[in-house]
């Protein structure tokens, strides 16, 4: 997604630049919707590497040493975030529902609001299934135990 967002940007600018009398007015449209749906995939990463939203300084600071405290802070932080993207996957279906038939967007006939919404509905998506993720792991440090194990395969 990034690196078409790249190559049609570059597009844009070495048309206006060397002012070669090609039409290619669908680039900046289409350029624009892969940077709104990348920057959700981009949360979705940041959830994955645990760097999205997180309290490190009352972690780090106030909460120093106390592992258990960390870990019950750990576990409110993810809830609030996955109640959060609860509500926005919930708000992005229906939008995605409502805007499937919409005309051209940016004189791109074949694009609607349907599909931009469905592009940053799979970025909530996976933002949530990495949450999820920090959430069992977060609720494994607080008991001390792998509660994944009876999850995966060979666990008891």
Known sequence: ??????ILVSLQV????FNIPITATWTEPIARYLFIVG????????SRNNEHVRLTLVRQKVLAGRKRAQSVL???TVLSVLVFVVVAIWTLY???IHGWDTKALGGVTTLTA???YLGILLGFGLMAVFEIQNL???LENLLGRDITARFTRGGK
């Open 14 to 17: 070495v048309l206006r630049t």
């Open 136 to 138: 069992l792991a977060a």
């Open 114 to 116: 349907g599909h931009i």
């Open 74 to 76: 750990d576990i409110v």
């Open 1 to 6: 997604m990034f690196t078409l967002l790249i």
């Open 94 to 96: 229906l939008a995605t």
């Open 39 to 46: 920057t959700y995939f981009g949360a979705a990463v940041a």
